[in-house]
């Protein structure tokens, strides 16, 4: 004997309904049919596989057939459901775009850690990457062109009851020159000897430099160079041709490398500025950025201030 159940998948779902309601109304009212159209779907049903599932109709007894039958429906509509959300789930990943803006020094050092790990759990997830100075991001982040960002100093405000702040650490500015340049000679550089040499620096919308004129802004640092590549500012300071104020994550290699040093100055000029992730309130619920967020403070560098 071969049932062919798979051949009644309509009905069986009907079936399936009538005996979670255990009531043949409630069961027409769920699936938006007549309750004669149900009771004949039902009667068709037994009808297809001789065998009788329902025993008493009007009290809703199910036959030992009806109630093994049930048991196994079970199982495949709630796997079913499970599929269903699965596959919803796929599409409004795919669908949505995850947009992230992180400052130019941060992507070469955190940016392949923490992307590796969000896609180990979001694969097809969409993601769009600005980078850029501090100042821009946020500024994009107010137009709501970047759904969350990580930057240093920045002069933008935006309502603190609209944002989500997180303060991930302090990341050291380090004072550098090259290894034979004449200021290492000193055994401890003060303001003074620093306003007297040839400094170069990021453009003014680097927060390294907002920072850095900040801490100063007392004496007012001259500067004498500045420059958008911070790649082109260690190469310059390398050559001897100035010195400069740099983030760590920026000047770590030439730093082990020896081919640039920090510049030792008295024990209140130590510099270490604030790095925030910032994002809209609203996107903060997301299971997309709630595990991006994570995956930020996994590897984001916690420098102690000293």
Not at 192 to 210: P, Q, Y
Not at 273 to 280: A, E, N, S
């Amino acid at each position: 004997m071969t049932l062919r159940l798979k051949d009644n998948l309509k009905q069986l779902y009907y079936f399936y309904v009538v005996a979670e309601e255990g009531n043949f109304s409630k069961a027409a009212n769920r699936l938006y049919l007549t309750q004669p159209a149900v009771t004949m779907q039902i009667r068709n049903l037994e009808k297809s596989i001789k065998i009788k599932l329902i025993a008493d109709k009007k009290n809703f007894l199910l036959t030992d057939s009806g109630k093994i039958l049930m048991r196994y429906l079970k199982k495949v509509f709630g796997e079913l459901d499970d599929a269903e959300r699965a596959l919803l789930e796929i599409e409004e990943t795919q669908s949505e775009k995850l947009r992230i803006g992180i400052t130019l020094a941060h992507s070469k050092t955190l940016l392949f850690e923490i992307l590796n790990k969000y896609r180990m759990k979001y694969p097809v997830s969409r993601i769009k990457i600005d980078i850029d100075s501090s100042e821009t991001l946020f500024k994009k982040l107010q137009n709501r062109t970047l759904d969350i960002i990580v930057i240093g100093e920045t002069s933008g405000r935006i309502s603190r009851k609209e944002l989500v702040v997180l303060k991930l650490g302090k990341e050291e500015i380090c004072p550098v020159s090259a290894p034979n340049h004449s200021i290492q000679r000193k055994k401890v550089v003060t303001i003074n000897d620093i306003l007297s040499e040839t400094v170069i620096m990021r453009d003014n919308r680097s927060a390294t430099r907002k920072y850095i004129q900040n801490r100063f802004r007392k004496v007012k640092l001259p500067i004498s160079m500045e420059c958008e590549n911070s790649d082109l500012i260690k190469k310059m300071v390398i050559a001897g041709k100035g010195i400069s104020f740099l983030s760590i994550s920026t000047v770590r290699n030439e730093l082990n490398a020896g081919t640039l040093k920090k510049i030792e100055m008295n024990r209140n000029m130590k510099f270490f500025m604030d790095i925030k992730l910032m994002l809209y309130k609203e996107k903060h619920d997301s299971p997309k950025m709630k595990y991006f967020i994570e995956c930020v403070l996994d590897y984001i560098p916690r420098s102690k201030d000293k």
